[in-house]
């Protein structure tokens, strides 16, 4: 829960370059990496992701032009990624310009509960996470370098002259 507007732009901040930095390292062959047929493929997972974005905020009231849900997927891993930097650009100036520290402590309906505003974006910012961990587990699957996160990966480690953690 956010009380204050500048406190998740600081997080939010952090979480999208981490995001991006995922999305830039993602090639068109392997948006179709999948755990098995039946589940999401890592394109539709990313794409997800990107149009939440715009799908979450907009029951709070919020508004700003983005990609939703009734816009088709790319095909490209650079127009995911395009699309979904410019969705969150666009949410941090209509969270600046449409919001004060107040809005965030009132409530919204949300999938048949109420929400505070607050609670809404720290959901936004689990909802970021719990997919990008997904995502990375398919990058790996599909042969990608993967970024540091909140720590270094095996190459960094490797990189840095000491041995990995098992
Ligand atoms: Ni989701």
């Given at each position: 829960?956010?009380l204050?507007?500048e406190d998740?732009?600081?997080?939010?901040?952090f979480?999208?370059?981490?995001?991006?930095?995922?999305?830039?390292?993602?090639?068109?062959?392997?948006l179709?990496?999948?755990?098995t047929d039946?589940?999401?493929?890592?394109?539709?997972?990313?794409?997800h992701?990107?149009?939440t974005?715009?799908?979450?905020?907009?029951?709070?009231g919020?508004?700003f032009?983005?990609?939703?849900?009734?816009?088709e997927?790319?095909t490209?891993?650079?127009?995911?990624?395009?699309a979904?930097?410019q969705?969150a650009k666009s949410?941090?100036?209509?969270l600046?310009?449409?919001?004060?520290?107040a809005?965030?402590?009132k409530s919204?309906?949300?999938?048949?509960?109420?929400w505070?505003?607050?609670?809404?974006?720290?959901?936004?910012?689990?909802?970021?996470?719990?997919?990008?961990?997904?995502?990375?587990?398919?990058?790996?699957?599909a042969?990608?370098?993967?970024?540091?996160i909140?720590?270094?990966?095996?190459?960094?480690?490797?990189?840095?002259?000491?041995?990995?953690?098992?």
């Amino acid at each position: 829960m956010f009380l204050r507007i500048e406190d998740f732009l600081q997080e939010w901040k952090f979480e999208t370059q981490k995001t991006a930095q995922l999305f830039e390292n993602l090639t068109d062959e392997s948006l179709t990496q999948q755990v098995t047929d039946d589940h999401r493929t890592l394109g539709r997972i990313a794409w997800h992701m990107t149009v939440t974005l715009h799908e979450l905020l907009s029951h709070t009231g919020l508004t700003f032009d983005g990609y939703g849900d009734t816009d088709e997927m790319p095909t490209s891993a650079v127009d995911i990624r395009d699309a979904y930097l410019q969705n969150a650009k666009s949410l941090v100036e209509a969270l600046s310009s449409q919001w004060t520290d107040a809005d965030l402590t009132k409530s919204s309906s949300m999938y048949g509960e109420e929400w505070l505003n607050g609670l809404t974006l720290r959901v936004l910012i689990s909802h970021e996470i719990h997919h990008r961990g997904q995502l990375t587990v398919l990058a790996r699957q599909a042969g990608l370098l993967l970024p540091d996160i909140y720590g270094p990966t095996r190459e960094s480690w490797i990189q840095m002259g000491q041995e990995p953690l098992q």
